[in-house]
C-alpha cells in the first residue's frame, strides 16, 4: 500500500520531468513489481514528448515491417497457387 502511495506521489510529481526520465524515476524509487507500472508510464509520456522526426522515423520503420510481411505474404500465396497449379495438372 505504501508503495503505491508512493507510485502516485512520484508520477503526480513527474509530470515536470522530461520523458523516460519519470519512468526511470518512478521505476528506480519504487520496487520491482511496480517497476514495470514505471516503464509502461515511461513509455506513455515518450509518446507524448517525442519530436516529430522521431514519430516520422517509427512510423517510417512500422510501414517497411509491414511492407515486408506484405511481400513475404504475397510469396507465400503465389507458391501456394503454383503448387495448386502443379497438383491440378498432374490430376489432368
Not at 509502461?40 to 517525442?50: A, M, R, S
Not at 505474404?73 to 503465389?78: G, I, S, Y
Amino acid at each position: 500500500m505504501r508503495a503505491r502511495i508512493g507510485l502516485a506521489v512520484l508520477l503526480a510529481s513527474s509530470i515536470g520531468l522530461g520523458g523516460c526520465l519519470a519512468g526511470a524515476a518512478a521505476g528506480a524509487v519504487v520496487g520491482t513489481g511496480v517497476a514495470v507500472t514505471g516503464a509502461v508510464v515511461g513509455t506513455g509520456v515518450d509518446l507524448v514528448t517525442e519530436s516529430k522526426s522521431e514519430r516520422r522515423a517509427k512510423e517510417r520503420k512500422r510501414q517497411k515491417k509491414e511492407e515486408r510481411e506484405r511481400r513475404r505474404e504475397e510469396r507465400r500465396a503465389a507458391k501456394e497457387a503454383e503448387r495448386e497449379e502443379r497438383r491440378a495438372r498432374e490430376d489432368y
